[in-house]
């Protein structure tokens, strides 16, 4: 499946930015889909995952203030960041995988978009 994210920008930090990623897929709506993100000088984390019908969970530090959602009729995953903070600057990714259960082990997706930078001032 092929995925393109968008959405990323400046903000300050306390601020709000949604990111969204496309495909022009129809078997977009098969895959479980997943953010991540890498900032400069680091690994790749994972950020948010949601499964075919919704059911979501997220990294533990970014619990309460990013919501990952899905909208099927529009092959769309959507990031939404809420008080952003200066570490929250990164390049954010989306994935997408067949693994049945949640994961949040990269290796496990197995289709990627290109980043989209986010960068948070202070």
């Known amino acids: 499946v092929q995925l393109q994210a968008s959405g990323g920008g400046l903000v300050q930090a306390g601020g709000s930015l949604r990111l969204s990623c496309t495909s022009p897929?129809?078997?977009?709506?098969?895959?479980?889909m997943g953010w991540f993100r890498q900032a400069p000088g680091k690994e790749r984390e994972f950020v948010a995952g949601?499964?075919?019908?919704?059911?979501?969970y997220y990294a533990d530090s970014l619990k309460g203030r990013f919501i990952i959602s899905r909208d099927n009729a529009k092959n769309t995953v959507y990031l939404q960041m809420n008080s952003l903070k200066p570490e929250d600057t990164a390049d954010y990714f989306c994935?997408?995988?067949?693994?049945?259960?949640?994961?949040?082990?990269?290796?496990?997706?197995?289709?990627w978009g290109q980043g989209t930078l986010v960068t948070v001032s202070s």
């Open positions: 949601i499964d075919r019908s919704g059911g979501t």
């Open positions: 897929d129809r078997t977009f709506r098969n895959y479980r």
């Open positions: 994935a997408a995988t067949s693994v049945v259960g949640a994961t949040s082990q990269q290796s496990q997706y197995y289709y």
